[in-house]
């Protein structure tokens, strides 16, 4: 016994070296880091897997609890369907062409009936929007409006067209 104490001070023994019991307990805490960082990853894994199905169905709870009957502003329309083109009443693809009063009047398309045929049916490099827009390749290949949507833009281009359109 003594020479297994030889040269360590009296009432310490090699099992109880200093800062041992500092390192035993960093090692515990990094043990309950790596468990704690599993167990974050375990959760992290299972809500990827939900999240996609929680989407889903908050979409449907929306689409569910929207009125059914209630249809899209006319603006909401322009910007989804025109204001590729269109925006702020002008044309990128013809500046002759715009929705502007003079550009429509001196294209004939200054009432709303004549925009809602164009509307409909397609002009020149403009595609048809009509349900029954035909020949296939003159239409959009996007979704088709409702007549009454298509009535509601017609007056809705006039009316910005009339009032000179905000300015881009």
């Known amino acids: 016994m003594l020479a297994a104490t ?3 001070p009296h009432g310490r023994c090699c099992a109880f070296r200093p ?5 035993s307990r960093v090692a515990a805490v990094a043990v309950d880091r790596r468990e704690d960082a ?24 929306l689409v ?5 009957a209630q249809a899209d502003s006319p603006a909401i329309v322009f910007e989804r369907s025109c204001s590729g083109c269109h925006t702020g009443g002008g044309n ?4 002759d062409a715009t929705l502007r009063l ?8 200054d009432d709303t009936q004549a925009l809602f ?9 403009m595609p048809g929007f009509g349900q029954e827009c035909a020949p296939r390749g003159k239409c959009t290949f996007g979704p088709r ?3 009454d949507d298509i009535r509601a833009l017609a007056e809705f281009v006039k009316q910005n067209a009339d009032a000179g359109w905000p300015p881009s």
Not at 38 to 61: E, I, K
Not at 64 to 68: G, V
Not at 102 to 109: F, I, K, P, T
């Open 145 to 147: 409006l409702a007549d």
């Open 92 to 95: 990128i693809v013809r500046r």
């Open 19 to 23: 800062g041992a019991r500092r390192a």
């Open 64 to 68: 569910l609890a929207a009125p059914a």
């Open 38 to 61: 599993a167990a974050a990853t375990a959760t992290q894994q299972r809500v990827a897997a939900v999240a996609p199905w929680l989407c889903r169905l908050a979409a449907a709870a």
């Open 102 to 109: 003079e550009d429509l009047q001196r294209n004939g398309l």
């Open 6 to 8: 030889a040269g360590v």
């Open 117 to 125: 045929d164009v509307i409909y049916s397609g002009r020149g490099s």
